[in-house]
């Protein structure tokens, strides 16, 4: 079953779904948080603390694994950063679903 969030607006709404699904198709946890002060509509996937190097750097394998679930070729050390656009939280909700995205996000600045 896959989940929606029914507005893709909320951003904690996204969160937990992103969050759900991660854990529904690998068996683990995923650190999915939202930005704060000026980047507070942001969110930023990534293994939890515990499963990182230094707090910031996420392990090859980890990398891989949250590549693969995400459909992505490959993966910054940091995880992947969801811009605030309505476009993004729908594909990443797709991707973390296991599901080809039904939009690409579009950046709307220059």
Avoid: F
């Avoid at 910054?76 to 909700?93: A, F, I, K, M």
Wanted: proline share 6%; glycine share 10%.
């Amino acid at each position: 079953m896959h989940t929606t969030p029914t507005d893709i607006a909320d951003r904690d709404a996204v969160i937990a779904t992103i969050r759900t699904e991660l854990r529904r198709r690998s068996g683990k946890s995923w650190s999915v948080t939202g930005g704060r002060g000026t980047a507070w509509g942001w969110i930023t996937i990534q293994a939890p603390p515990a499963r990182r190097h230094g707090s910031y750097y996420m392990t090859d394998t980890d990398q891989a694994e949250l590549a693969a679930l995400l459909g992505l070729r490959d993966m910054n050390p940091q995880g992947v950063l969801v811009p605030d656009r309505t476009s993004y939280r729908v594909e990443y909700v797709d991707r973390a679903s296991g599901r080809t995205p039904s939009v690409a996000g579009v950046p709307d600045w220059d």
